[in-house]
């Protein structure tokens, strides 16, 4: 079924350590975009991406380094993780940059860093 | 300084009573989108509704509403007929320069 995936949906990790949360979009959207959902925060945008190799920093990208070398792939590294990173995240796609455009999102991982 | 504000960390209402969401946003651009979203206690965000920033009707979508103010700057959801699964939290939106910015949250319970 088409859509967008994220794996894995739960990830435990040590402080320290590199992880790499996937997201794949089968729709073709240009747009790509990576969220973190803290308790009182809402969802804070890490960093996007408006095609393959353009990638652009959102409100929290420190510690995190994103990659698209294919319009339907776009994972987030970790490099080094800390325990402020444990959240969970969310990968989202949109077909355009209008504002108009919803962002249709994956189901979220829940990385949990000790 | 908050781009998108919601007042209500939560709100109760009985079963078939309307409810409204209360949501504003600060922008100095022209063009701009609202979203609401819903994520229930599975975890998923799910778009509800949209209303752009030169739409003159507000936004309906079976019983969602976006009740619309530009000039005071609020995009408030009303959910009419409430139902036990309406229970979740509901993030209020803006898309500007194309990112979409969210609001904090407010947690919506429906009680029979």
């Known amino acids: 079924d088409a859509g967008i995936t994220q794996s894995p949906r739960y990830k435990i990790t040590e402080t320290g350590r590199q992880v790499t949360l996937m997201c794949h979009q089968t729709?073709?959207?240009?747009?790509m975009f990576w969220y973190r959902q803290d308790l009182g925060h809402g969802l804070r945008l890490i960093y996007y991406?408006?095609?393959?190799?353009?990638?652009d920093k959102g409100e929290v990208p420190d510690g995190y380094v994103v990659s698209r070398s294919k319009t339907e792939n776009f994972p987030l590294t970790l490099e080094s993780a800390t325990r402020s990173q444990t959240s969970v995240y969310f990968c989202?796609?949109?077909?355009?940059?209008?504002?108009?455009?919803?962002?249709?999102f994956g189901n979220g991982t829940r990385l949990t860093v000790t | 300084a908050q781009k998108i504000t919601q007042t209500q960390p939560g709100m109760f209402v009985q079963e078939k009573e309307a409810v409204t969401l209360d949501c504003t946003y600060d922008?100095?651009?022209?063009?701009?989108?609202l979203f609401w979203y819903k994520q229930p206690s599975s975890g998923e965000m799910i778009f509800l509704i949209y209303?752009?920033?030169?739409?003159?009707q507000n936004a309906t979508e079976g019983r969602y509403s976006l009740n619309f103010q530009k000039a005071r700057k609020s995009a408030n959801l009303v959910i009419s007929a409430s139902q036990l699964g309406d229970s979740a939290m509901y993030f209020c939106?803006?898309?500007?320069?194309?990112?979409?910015?969210f609001g904090t949250g407010t947690r919506l319970q429906v009680f029979p």
């Open positions: 939106a803006m898309r500007e320069g194309g990112k979409l910015i």
């Open positions: 729709w073709s959207h240009s747009y």
């Open positions: 922008t100095s651009d022209q063009s701009y989108g």
């Open positions: 989202a796609s949109s077909e355009w940059t209008g504002y108009n455009s919803p962002l249709h």
């Open positions: 209303q752009g920033s030169y739409d003159e």
């Open positions: 991406s408006a095609a393959a190799d353009i990638t």
